[in-house]
Structures are given as structure tokens and as C-alpha cells.
């Protein structure tokens, strides 16, 4: 590779990391919604508060991780039928990874809102006030799991298929443009339960804009 060659380098690397982008703002903004609601949280009521959701945190990475593989095994193909004009395969999967989501994301939700005291207690035993107060958060919280799949995937959709732009923004939907905003705005007039009902609200508001952006795109494969 010689000096004079980089230069042609630069539109492939543009490319690349617009790409990239997407699945990069997911892993940045998680960690930007926890130092935020973790500053929430202090300045509301303290460490019982942080370390409830400490747990919800670590609880939630266990959802998502096996949504981000669905993530990394879609793509390819994707990008490789939407490449070959073979539409009808990219519908099929993105469906089938989006339908795969929602259930994997249905079921944690189903345990969440059973079993919340159980899975705390995984992670150490406290009073019964702690419990209590763990297991409201658990629900509320969590309350829109079941359709959090969507996002991740029609934005991984949208890389996938090269309309970067799309998958970007939706990328930000949930954490930045709706959570974080939420997140402070909430409990400046509901206190704690401001910071509760922030993430199933931002869940709801990010799955809309998924639903819409990808049905007004697969509408447009059947034109094509």
C-alpha cells in the first residue's frame, strides 16, 4: 500500500463507517442512558435507587444480547439478496428476524412481569421494603419489553441494505431522542416515577417509528 493509493482509500472508508455507524450509536447510547440515570437517580433518592437499576441494566443485556446476534446473522443476508434484487428474500428476512425478536422479547417480558422478585434475587437478598420498591421499578420499567426487539432490527435493516441515514436515526430513536430527554424532563414534576415510566414510553415512541419506517419500505420492494 503506497501513499499515493490512500486517497482512493477515502470513499470506501466513508462507506464503511457510515455503515458502521448504526450499531455503534446502540453500544455508545446505552452507556450515555446509564450515566444519566444514574445521575437522575442520585439526585432523586439515592443508592437503593442506582442499584435497582444496576440490575435492570445487566437484566436488560441479557434481552438484547441475543437480538444483537440476530442482528449480526441477518446481515449478511440481507445486504447479499438486496444486492441481487431478491426482494422478496430481504422481506422474508427481515420478517422472520423481527417476528424471531418479538418473541424472544415477549417471553422476557411475560418473566419480567411474573417473576420480578425472583430475578432480583439473583442478585443478593435485601429488606423487604427494597423488595418492594426493586419489583414496582422491575414492572413499570419494563413494562414495553416485548416490542423492543423492533428497533434494533429495522435500524440493523436499514445498514443492512445500505440506507445508512435510516438506520442511524434509528439508532437515536429510543436512547437519545426520546429516553434521555424523557429521563429528565419526567422526574423534575414525578419524581422517581418519572425515571419508571421514561423507558416504556421512549419504547413505545421508537417501536412507531420502526413499524413506520419499515412498512412504507417494504411497500416500496413490492413497486419495485
Known sequence: ??????????????????????????????????????????????????????????????????????????????????????????????????????IISTVSFICFQLFPRQIIGIFGSESEAYFRFAEKFFRIFLFCTFINGLQPITANFFTAIGKANRGIFLSLTRQVIFLLPLMIILPIFFGIEGVMFSAPIADGFAAVCAITFAVKELKSFQKL
Open 1 to 102: 500500500l503506497r501513499k499515493n493509493e490512500l486517497s482512493s482509500c477515502v470513499p470506501y472508508a466513508k462507506n464503511i463507517v457510515s455503515l458502521g455507524t448504526s450499531s455503534f450509536i446502540m453500544q455508545l447510547t446505552n452507556s450515555l442512558v446509564t450515566i444519566c440515570c444514574n445521575h437522575v437517580l442520585s439526585s432523586t433518592g439515592g443508592d437503593i435507587y442506582i442499584s435497582v437499576m444496576t440490575i435492570v441494566s445487566s437484566v436488560r443485556q441479557l434481552v438484547e444480547t441475543p437480538i444483537h446476534a440476530m442482528n449480526e446473522g441477518a446481515s449478511p443476508i440481507l445486504s447479499y439478496n438486496y444486492g441481487a434484487r431478491k426482494l422478496d428474500r430481504v422481506r422474508e428476512a427481515y420478517l422472520k428476524a423481527a417476528i424471531s425478536a418479538t
